[in-house]
């Protein structure tokens, strides 16, 4: 446990502001490591009280306008989303329970697929059931696992989710998209090869261990269990972060039924949460390791964010810092959010 350093630096910036009177004023600016990535963030919760120029015209009605022809409503499926190349599945599409699943008419990845929830074009996700989530896991599980069957260069994926348009989301109708690669995504590498040096210089699990370090401090640690631990990341890259940790599975495709239960629960856990904090937009990574072996080094873990509300304009929470600078600026304290979530993942 003591081998995990939190660092963090808390300067503070002094300014004369017009809110008090331009008396002077200090506020605290936290700069965090990642213990594992080295990835940097940048937190002043003051920042979620600005000024943001942007008209407040509700909620955007193209929501409601996007479900005459949503391509994931039923009746729309068999004759506006693509099918799989012959080997997958005999009409195209993988089914499980509630989920369908269909190849992305514009991948960026070998293997690209969309799994879709549920019939309900525009579900709060608040009201998503762990059942309906596990569906879209377990389809998105089998193409990854066909993906693999087909080409064995294919040893790393993800499941990721972009709800709403703030997050990335160009279809309203809720649905995870699912990559399959020969070679990792950048974030991706730097988990497994960090992952992979801890384990060669102290010969354990960065992750069991950070899951003890968690539970030791008590600061950030929401849930654990038999299966997960989910926490308040320490340095997060973005508003709101939940890290879920799998300490059983190294890969998606080694999930087991109490495993993807305890995920699956964990997930509709969160977006119960995030619905009582006002989040209206986010996403949400499931990082795997290779998917062709059990690693030792790595455990697999999930990141969830949250993303500016739905409105019709917003303010992005993207910008010359994240995009150029890449260091990210966080609103949230981490260890406040930890306090608000538990209670709310079983």
Known sequence: MGRISFVKEVREARLRSPLTGFELESQPIEYRVDPLTGMTCRINIRRSMRIRQVPKAGRNPSIQDSRGECPFCPGNIQRMTPLLPGGFAEEGRLRFGSAVLFPNMYPFSIYHAVAVFTGE?????CDLHPEAIRDCLRVSMEF???AREEDPEIRYGSVN????????????????????DARPTLLQEKLLEGSRAYYERYGSNYWLDLVEAEAELGERLIHRDGCAAWLA?????????????????????????????ALSRGVAGVLKAYHDLGV?????????????EHSNY????LRMISRPGVEAYYTSDCGFMERLHMENIVESM????????????P
Do not use: T
């Open 121 to 125: 074009h525009n579900p709060k996700p």
């Open 144 to 146: 990854l696992r066909l």
């Open 161 to 180: 989710w972009n709800y709403m348009y703030p997050a990335g989301a160009s279809i309203v109708h809720p649905h995870l998209q699912v990559i399959g």
């Open 233 to 261: 990341s320490f340095a997060p890259q973005g508003n709101n972060e939940v890290l879920g940790i799998f300490p059983g599975c190294s890969s998606i495709l080694e999930l087991n039924g109490d495993c993807l239960d």
């Open 280 to 292: 209206e937009s986010f996403n949400m990574a499931l990082f795997s390791g290779p998917l062709d």
């Open 298 to 301: 790595y455990s697999l873990n």
């Open 334 to 345: 981490p260890e406040e959010l930890a306090g608000k979530l538990r209670g709310y993942l």
